[in-house]
C-alpha cells in the first residue's frame, strides 16, 4: 500500500487559514483531493500527530476531520494498521442521491418532472377497464398485453419494427437495468459506462460484481472511436449507454454515431443495454435520429423506457424491448424479485400512451420555460458558472469555476436547497468540479433556488480549494 508523508498532504491540501470549523475545512480538502484524483484511492495517510505538526494545528483537529472523513466513508481505519482513503458506498453513504427525508428542501438533487395534467383522466380510464382483469390472478411477468401492443406500436412509429412479444414491461426503468445486468452480467465482467452517467446503473453493475469501464462523454457528444478503443481493450460484456438527452449531460448522439457504436459493438460481441427514458423530450428543434435498435443487425440491442420523465415516476411503469426469446428470459428471471409491475398503473400509462402527443407537447412545453428561467437565473446570480444549453433532457451540466460540488452541496443545505454533485454521476467517484441542475421545477422555484445556491457558493469558497492537478500532483 503507498504511503503519504504529512509534508506531501500539508502540499496538497490548499486551506483558507479563516475557514471555520477548520477541522471540517481540513476533511473537506482532503476528500476533494481524493475525489479530483490528486490522492488516490487506497493510500495510506500519515499519523495523525505527524499530519498536525505538518500543518501547524492541533492534533485535536486533524483527529475530528479524521473521524468526519470516517464517517462520510472517505477514510477507513484498522488498530495497529493507520488510516487509508476510500469512496463511500452509494447505497450506504448519507450521500446517496434518493434519499428524501421530507426535509422540505428545495429538491434540484432529482430530475423528476410532475404529473401531467391528463392524469386524472387516464387513472378513471384505468379505473373502468380494471374490472375486466380481476377474474385473472392478476400476475404478467411480461405485462399486461394492452399495454405492450401500444409500446410495441410506438417503436415501430419510431423506425424500428417491434412486436409486442418483444417488450417486458417492468416496475420502473431502474428495475429494467438491474433485470438485464442481473441477468446478462456477472462478477468480475467487464462494463462499460459513459461518465458521466446515471447512477443507479453503476449501483446495478456494482452490485453484480463487475469491472466498470469509463467512457467519457462532453457537451460536443460521444467519440466513436474512443468508445471502440474501450469496448475493445476492455472485452467489455455489456454496454449502458443514453444517446438521446443523456442524463444528466443532455447531449443527443447523432445517427451515424449509433451506427459507428453498433458496429463496435458487433465486433467485439457487447451487449448494448440503451437506456431511452428521455427520448421523447426533446426540446430543441434538432436533426431526427432514430432508435439505436434501428441500427441493430444481431439482435445485441436491449432498449429500455419509461413512463417515469414523459408522465410520471410515480406510476413506476418502465419497460424493455430486446428479442422475444430474451424477454421470456427475462420475464422469467423477474419472479424472484417481483413478480409482475402493478395492473391498475399499467392500464394507466396504456391510456397515457394513447394521448401521447398531447401529453408530450405539455412537458416540452414545461421543460423549455422552467430551462430558461434556470437558465437566465444562473446568468444572473452565478454567471462565472459555464455550460451548455442542452437541446433537451431535464437538466444543466455545470461546471464550476472554483472548490466542490459536495462541499457545496453540503452547504446548501442550509440554505434550503437539495443538490446533486458531479460525483454521484461519475463512475469513479470523479467529477467533483460538476454539478447537475435539473430544470423539472417550475420557473418560480428555480428562480427562488438559484440565489440560495450562490449564497452557499459564497460561503464555502474560501474553505477549499480543489488543487491545479499539473501542479499538485503526488
Not at 421545477?441 to 474560501?462: H, K, N, Q, T
Request: one cysteine or more; glycine letters at 8%.
Amino acid at each position: 500500500m503507498r504511503h503519504l508523508s504529512a509534508q506531501q498532504v500539508a502540499r496538497l491540501v490548499t486551506l483558507d487559514p479563516a475557514a471555520r470549523p477548520y477541522y471540517r475545512a481540513l476533511a473537506d480538502g482532503v476528500r476533494a483531493l481524493v475525489m479530483d484524483g490528486q490522492i488516490p484511492v487506497r493510500v495510506r495517510m500519515p499519523a495523525e500527530r505527524h499530519l498536525a505538526e505538518a500543518l501547524g494545528v492541533s492534533r485535536t483537529t486533524v483527529t475530528a476531520a479524521y473521524d468526519l472523513l470516517r464517517e462520510r466513508g472517505y477514510l477507513e481505519s484498522r488498530r495497529g494498521s493507520g488510516s487509508w482513503t476510500a469512496l463511500p458506498d452509494p447505497a450506504t453513504t448519507a450521500d446517496n442521491p434518493w434519499l428524501d427525508t421530507g426535509d422540505g428542501l428545495i429538491p434540484l438533487h432529482s430530475a423528476a418532472p410532475p404529473a401531467p395534467s391528463a392524469l386524472a383522466a387516464a387513472v378513471s380510464q384505468a379505473a373502468e377497464d380494471l374490472p375486466r382483469y380481476a377474474m385473472g390472478n392478476g400476475y404478467d411477468p411480461l405485462g399486461l398485453p394492452a399495454l405492450r401492443e401500444r409500446i410495441a406500436a410506438r417503436y415501430t412509429a419510431r423506425g424500428v419494427a417491434t412486436r409486442p412479444e418483444q417488450i417486458v414491461v417492468t416496475t420502473g426503468s431502474q428495475f429494467a437495468i438491474h433485470l438485464v445486468m442481473g441477468l446478462l452480467v456477472g462478477p468480475g465482467d467487464p462494463v462499460l459506462v459513459e461518465s458521466p452517467t446515471y447512477p443507479h446503473a453503476l449501483d446495478a453493475a456494482r452490485r453484480r460484481g463487475a469491472r466498470i469501464v469509463p467512457v467519457g462523454v462532453s457537451h460536443e457528444g460521444w467519440q466513436p472511436d474512443l468508445v471502440a478503443a474501450a469496448l475493445r481493450q476492455s472485452g467489455a460484456r455489456l454496454a449502458y449507454l443514453m444517446p438521446d438527452f443523456h442524463n444528466p449531460m443532455g447531449a443527443l448522439m447523432p445517427d451515424p454515431v449509433r451506427a459507428a457504436v453498433a458496429e463496435a459493438a458487433r465486433r467485439t460481441d457487447t451487449i448494448l443495454l440503451v437506456d431511452e427514458t428521455w427520448a421523447e423530450l426533446g426540446l430543441d428543434e434538432v436533426p431526427a435520429t432514430s432508435p439505436a435498435a434501428a441500427f441493430d443487425t444481431d439482435n445485441r440491442v436491449i432498449s429500455i423506457g419509461s413512463a417515469d420523465k414523459l408522465w410520471w415516476g410515480g406510476l413506476r411503469i418502465g419497460w424493455i424491448r430486446t428479442t422475444a426469446a430474451l424477454a421470456r428470459r427475462i420475464a422469467l428471471f423477474r419472479s424472484s424479485a417481483d413478480i409482475a409491475s402493478p395492473v391498475l398503473e399499467q392500464l394507466v400509462v396504456a391510456r397515457l400512451f394513447d394521448r401521447l402527443e398531447e401529453t408530450r407537447a405539455e412537458r416540452r412545453r414545461a421543460l423549455r420555460a422552467s430551462r430558461d428561467a434556470l437558465v437566465s437565473a444562473l446568468g444572473r446570480h452565478l454567471p462565472e458558472w459555464t455550460f451548455t444549453v442542452p437541446p433537451g433532457g431535464g437538466a444543466l451540466w455545470v461546471r464550476l469555476d472554483r472548490g466542490g460540488a459536495t462541499p457545496l452541496a453540503e452547504a446548501a443545505t442550509a440554505h434550503g436547497v437539495r443538490l446533486a454533485p458531479g460525483p454521484w454521476f461519475g463512475p469513479e467517484g470523479t467529477l467533483e468540479g460538476c454539478l447537475r441542475l435539473p430544470y423539472t421545477l417550475p420557473p418560480c422555484v428555480l428562480e427562488e433556488a438559484v440565489p440560495r445556491i450562490r449564497a452557499a457558493r459564497d460561503g464555502v469558497s474560501g474553505s477549499a480549494r480543489v488543487p491545479d492537478p499539473l501542479v499538485a500532483m503526488v
